[in-house]
Structure formats: structure tokens, C-alpha cells
């Protein structure tokens, strides 16, 4: 349930409504727009009246919210939210592209990595220390070493950074080191750890699973957002059908429908959906004529020889020409980059 505030209503009503609602044992959401502020009731409606809601002060209208998702939930919040990452915003006008390794190798290697990316025109470094890999015997990240080869690049370069998390104890390491932490498509509804993620106070990259619908996507970022932490974005990764032409089939739809949906960022993953580097730049094109907020690309100074998916891997040049190739496109749609 939404309650619709009058324009311009005065702050003592608002704060009457939320009283009643918090009376009550609700939890009272509140969304200020320019004219209309939005109170969102999350908790059990049936211990509330309309009709006594109804006669308070400045009470425009209310509306039920049939979704199971509420903080999420575009009807509760209008106005898109834009999460800040270091240095970088996700979720304006402009777009965000966060790059660098699946999994960080060596310090060497991603130094290297991390200036080549900011050349040409990353803002967030990304880089795997924690590898929840298909087979047990791949590589299975750097773990705590990993993540302060991350916080040096950040110093050195300036760059935001951001690592996958697998489970509390790397999500009590990754505070200490980066500046956003991603919940994996396996993970996308462990919900213990997105609870965790949740009070970690660190913005979250909540990315798709497998085979997850748009409304089991959402109620994974409104288990994260329920903890108190509003700071997420979420990732279009590629869902399992029955093609097998590439690793996952890149939902691109998603994009629109979550617009549609929510009010929380969404970017898009042209790596890990493809599965092949050779698709990769006509993909990322489509993400952003498509109105994605953002791009995670992987990046890797050898990819014939990297400890987890060469395959998708960009080259440094083949990045760069898709950073050039992807302005036209920015501008089409509105976007600076």
C-alpha cells in the first residue's frame, strides 16, 4: 500500500501519517519528490484502516501495491535512485563501465589491467577474489590477498573498485578493502547472504541468477534492501535457455521491464552472457540503445592464458575500440560518457 501525499503537503501531516503507520507496528517508507512526497507502508496492511488513513490531513490517495516487492518497487520511490561508488555515480545521465579481470592473478597483473581500463574510460575496476566456479578443481580466487592487490589499484589509480562476495566471512574481508560488493547469479537468492550484503554498508551488484524471473530478481534486491541498505544496483547477466550458441542468452528485454518496474539502477554484462570476447562490443552496443546505466566488460592483458574465462575477455585494444565505438550510442540516448 501507497499513500499519496497532496502537493505540497505540510511536514506536520506527513509526520502524522507515519505515526499512525509506526503506531501500528508498520514500517513507513518515504519517498520526496519536487511536489509529492510517497509513503510506503511495508508490514502487515491488515492492522490498519483505510478509511482513518483516508481522513488525515493532506492524504491524496491510496493505492494497494499488489507486488511482492515494495522498497524495490518503483511505485514506492518515482524518482530513480542513483548510487554513489567512490568517486562515480550509477544511474544519471551518464554511463558507468566497470571493468578489469574475472579474477585477480597477481598484483603486477592487475596494475596493469587497472590503468589500461581507466585509459579508456572505466571508473570502476572490477576483479574476482572469490571464485564460486562450476568445477571444484578451477581456480578459486586470491581470497584476502586479492582484495588488497584491489585496494592498491584503487590508491594508484583512482579507480572505484568492486569484488564478488560468497559468504560472510568475504564479505567482512571485502569492507576493509573495496568500495562495492557483488552478489554472484548463484548467489542471487542465498538469502542469508544477501541479508548480510544487506548490513554490510557497502553498495551491492545484485546480479540476475540462472534462471531467475524479473519478480524472483527483485524480491533478491529487496532482501538486501530490507536490511536498511538502499545503495543497489542490479546486473542483466544472461539467463540458461535452450541455446547453446552462447554461454547464456542476454536478456536485453530486462532492461526496459526493469525500468518499468523499479527505481534501482541496472546495468549489463556482455561478458558473461556471451561467453565469447568476439560478441561482446555489439552486445554492450545494444545494452546502452537499450537504456542500460551501466556495462561490466571483462578485461585481461593475456587472455589466451588468464585463470578464469579468456574466452570473454577483451584485450586492451579491443576495449578501447569499444569505449570509442560506444560514444555515438551514448549520444543517441542521452548519455554522456
Not at 542490479?234 to 527505481?263: Q, W, Y
Request: contains cysteine; proline residues 4%; charged residues 25%.
Amino acid at each position: 500500500m501507497i499513500i499519496v501525499m497532496k502537493p505540497g503537503a505540510a511536514e506536520q501531516n506527513i509526520r502524522s501519517v507515519v505515526d499512525y503507520i509506526e503506531k501500528h507496528g508498520l514500517f513507513a517508507h518515504l519517498s520526496r519528490g519536487e511536489e509529492v512526497t510517497i509513503i510506503g507502508i511495508v508490514g502487515d496492511k491488515t492492522k490498519l484502516s483505510t478509511e482513518n488513513l483516508s481522513i488525515y490531513k493532506d492524504v491524496d490517495r491510496i493505492m494497494p501495491v499488489t507486488e511482492s516487492y515494495k522498497l524495490a518497487n518503483k511505485k514506492f520511490h518515482p524518482e530513480a535512485t542513483v548510487v554513489k561508488v567512490g568517486s562515480t555515480s550509477i544511474g544519471t545521465d551518464n554511463l558507468t563501465i566497470m571493468a578489469g579481470p574475472c579474477a585477480v592473478e597477481t598484483e603486477e597483473q592487475l596494475m596493469t589491467i587497472a590503468r589500461a581500463v581507466k585509459k579508456s574510460g572505466a571508473t570502476i575496476l572490477r576483479g574476482g577474489a572469490y571464485k564460486p566456479r562450476t568445477s571444484p578443481y578451477s581456480f578459486q580466487g586470491l581470497e584476502e590477498e586479492g582484495l588488497r592487490y584491489m585496494q592498491t589499484a584503487s590508491r594508484e589509480t583512482g579507480l572505484a573498485t568492486i569484488c564478488e562476495v560468497v559468504s560472510l566471512d568475504a564479505i567482512e574481508a571485502a569492507v576493509k578493502y573495496v568500495d562495492m560488493i557483488q552478489i554472484g547469479a548463484r548467489n542471487m537468492q542465498n538469502f542469508i547472504l544477501l541479508k548480510e550484503a544487506g548490513r554490510s554498508g557497502l553498495p551491492v551488484l545484485l546480479k540476475r541468477g540462472l534462471s531467475a524471473t524479473i519478480e524472483e530478481w527483485l524480491n533478491a534486491a529487496e532482501y538486501i534492501m530490507s536490511e536498511g541498505n538502499e545503495n543497489v544496483v542490479l546486473c542483466e547477466r544472461g539467463i540458461r535457455t535452450f541455446e547453446t550458441a552462447t554461454r547464456n542468452t542476454l536478456d536485453l528485454s530486462a532492461v526496459p521491464v526493469m525500468k518499468e518496474k523499479t527505481h534501482l539502477p541496472i546495468i549489463v554484462d556482455p561478458s558473461h552472457s556471451t561467453g565469447a570476447s568476439r560478441y561482446v562490443s555489439s552486445m554492450a552496443k545494444a545494452a546502452v540503445a537499450c537504456g542500460a546505466d551501466g556495462l561490466m566488460i571483462e578485461v585481461h592483458n593475456d587472455p589466451a592464458h588468464a585463470l578464469s574465462d579468456g574466452p570473454q575477455s577483451l584485450t586492451f585494444e579491443q576495449f578501447d575500440g569499444l569505449t570509442k565505438e560506444l560514444r555515438p550510442f551514448c549520444n543517441v540516448v542521452g548519455r554522456t560518457f
